[in-house]
Structure formats: C-alpha cells, structure tokens
C-alpha cells in the first residue's frame, strides 16, 4: 500500500511535458557550385516568460557545413552536424517585426538540409 501511495505521489509531482509551437521550417538544398542558401522572413507567434526558442536541423550526408543567420546574428556555423542538432535562438518579440533568417550550406550538389524555428513553452 505504502508503495502505491509513493508512486501517486511521484506521478503527480513531475512537471507537465512541454509544448512545442512551429515558428518557421524549411529546407535548404546544395547547388551545382557545392553551395546553397536560403533567406525568409516569419512573425513571432508565440511569446511569455516561460517561453523558449530553438532552431532545429536535419541534414543528409552529403552537407558538409551549415551556416544560420537569426535577426543579423550568427547562430550557427558548423562543419559537422550531430543527428537532430537543437540550438537555443532568440526571436524578436510577438507583435513587433518579423524575424529574418538566412541559412547556407556546403555540401555534395543535391544534398538537403531541413530546418524548423520552435517555440518551446513549459519546461522540458
């Protein structure tokens, strides 16, 4: 019984998963050259205290580095990738301008790269 009693409480002691809202995805492919960029611009549509931004990348093998430009700051440049590599971003605020991002890669021509801009609310 006392087992039972402790696992309850364990249970409803954890924090509640967090949410993941889609701020912007797309993809970035290597050209004839060896190189590829992409640039776009998208609103902030999800904002608080509890609220925490992440740029997510996928890439295939054949890029070899990946370039991120984030509202004029570099937020990642890298040869190698780890398999779904997460950084922490900042975005401009909800309601204020959209943010603007660019991101180039190098790489084997045709090779792709897909990227998203998350926002995070809750605690991980």
Request: contains cysteine.
């Amino acid at each position: 019984m006392l087992g039972a009693c402790v696992a309850i409480l364990v249970t409803a002691t954890q924090a509640a998963p967090a949410a993941e809202d889609l701020q912007h995805e797309g993809t970035v492919a290597v050209g004839p050259d060896g190189n590829g960029w992409v640039a776009a611009r998208f609103p902030t549509t999800v904002g608080g205290d509890n609220v925490t931004y992440y740029f997510d990348v996928s890439a295939e093998k054949g890029i070899k580095a990946l370039g991120v430009t984030l509202n004029g700051e570099v937020v990642l440049r890298t040869a190698t990738l780890s398999p779904g590599e997460r950084t922490q971003v900042i975005l401009n605020l909800v309601g204020t301008s959209d943010n603007e991002i660019m991101v180039s890669a190098e790489g084997t021509r045709g090779a792709v790269a897909r990227f998203a801009v998350v926002a995070v609310s809750g605690s991980e």
